[in-house]
């Protein structure tokens, strides 16, 4: 099985910052894209940003800018650093891998998600 373990969420206030990180362990092959989804109280859960094994980068308009996704490959680790925090920025984040086991088709994996609160 392919676990993500996310960590470094918590309370912050406007214009603060915060840094993500999720570590993928388990029977992994190879990781394609890596990203992070965050998901607000009575909202549809939203791609915030994605990165690919190859460095490319997408970010959702609302945090371009303010967000930077990064990823290291040896360790099977993304990261989020976000910057200049609003509190629409509150929200459950998760972790998402596509991985592949060496077998079978390529899954989409996520982690239990860690909660940013930006609040004064």
């Known amino acids: 099985q392919v676990r993500l373990v996310e960590s470094g969420g918590g309370l912050v206030q406007p214009g603060g910052s915060l840094r993500l990180s999720c570590a993928a362990s388990g029977v992994i092959f190879r990781i394609n894209a890596m990203g992070w989804y965050r998901q607000a109280p009575g909202k549809q859960r939203e791609l915030v940003a994605s990165?690919?094994?190859?460095?490319?980068?997408n970010y959702v308009d609302s945090v371009q800018g303010r967000f930077t996704i990064s990823r290291d490959n040896a360790k099977s680790t993304v990261f989020l650093q976000m910057k200049r925090l609003q509190p629409e920025d509150t929200a459950v984040y998760y972790c998402n891998a596509e991985a592949w086991r060496g077998y079978g088709p390529t899954i989409d994996y996520w982690g239990q998600g860690t909660q940013v609160t930006v609040s004064s």
């Open positions: 990165i690919t094994s190859g460095g490319s980068t």
